[in-house]
């Protein structure tokens, strides 16, 4: 697995959404297994049936070619990547030698329509080689927040929400649960992974919002106006839940405290789902165990000088 961005952790926890032992073997480079319908993970770039790993060189690499598995048919392009610029390696130099190889292993080279694609992914101190299988479709740049119906100031980026989406558990069949949907970013990246999604908000005007994204990139979605602390939804009816806590002038909050409103949301979610992620410009870990969550992972993802989220993972 070729991995996006530049937090691993991040980007390998999602992973896990998709598959199994997951294995970070260099910067930007991944093994898994198990892996199933990974064409939605934000995270990862491609995904490669492994023929094997050697050292980040041409020659090395050569050697896994001229020994790699002919159980296939048809044309081939090779694709060579030195992930993250760290190995200085000539890509073009490794596709054209790696190319001579797989003719002389009978195949015919299609740069254009391939069958087939070879990709040697190059990184600190191994080159992983294999057949793709999956690349992610990479369009977030087509929803931005500013390209959306509704917008509001401190919209989450696509990618990371789709991101979170996944790690709460979205996927074709499971239903997820946005308790302060916002626009409703988070609710569209779940829904494009095939995920039934619900959101819930306070504010009529965040409720009509969110309805309008829903319809210009779903099929389908509900949305509520109602309070996080007291949902409207039954005992464990939802998958996962997915909490991106009001931040910075977002925080003050009429009636409440944030931090009132974080716990009584954090019990309210463990009522309704089995696992859930809060996102937060603090560390909520004692409000989501006061609330009877465990905290299975955190990371601090920074987003510029003035914000780090901090992305707990619950279960």
Not at 127 to 150: I, Q, S
Not at 230 to 258: C, E, I, M, N, T
């Amino acid at each position: 697995m070729e991995l996006a961005g530049d937090d691993d952790a991040f980007a390998v926890r999602e992973a896990e959404s998709r598959c199994s032992a997951v294995d970070l073997v260099a910067p930007g480079v991944a093994t898994a297994r198990g892996v199933e319908a990974p064409e939605t993970l934000a995270y990862t770039r491609r995904v490669c049936r492994l023929v094997g790993t050697c050292e980040p060189d041409v020659d090395a690499a050569g050697a896994v070619a001229r020994a790699a598995s002919t159980d296939r048919d048809g044309t081939v392009a090779v694709r060579a990547r030195d992930v993250r610029g760290l190995t200085g390696i000539d890509t073009q130099a490794v596709e054209r030698r790696l190319g001579r190889h797989l003719v002389e292993r009978g195949f015919d080279v299609d740069l254009d329509d391939p069958d087939h694609t070879f990709v040697a992914l190059f990184s600190s101190g191994i080159a992983a080689l294999g057949w793709l299988e999956t690349e992610t479709v990479r369009d977030f740049a087509a929803r931005k927040p500013t390209e959306k119906p509704f917008f509001q100031p401190g919209s989450m980026a696509p990618m990371d929400a789709r991101a979170l989406a996944n790690i709460a558990g979205a996927a074709p069949g499971r239903r997820l649960l946005d308790p302060m949907c916002g626009t409703g970013g988070i609710l569209v990246e779940a829904g494009l992974a095939g995920a039934t999604v619900v959101g819930v908000d306070a504010q009529a005007k965040m409720v009509r919002g969110t309805r309008r994204n829903l319809d210009a990139y779903l099929d389908g979605g509900t949305v509520l106006r109602g309070d996080a602390t007291r949902l409207p939804v039954a005992d464990g009816s939802f998958d996962g839940a997915v909490l991106d806590v009001p931040y910075g002038r977002q925080s003050k909050v009429a009636g409440d405290s944030l931090e009132g409103l974080v716990g009584g949301t954090l019990s309210e979610i463990r009522r309704v789902a089995s696992r859930a992620v809060v996102v937060g410009d603090r560390i909520w870990n004692d409000a989501a165990e006061a609330a009877g969550w465990t905290v299975t992972d955190r990371f601090d993802r920074r987003v510029h000088a003035s914000l780090t989220r901090y992305v707990h993972v619950l279960g």
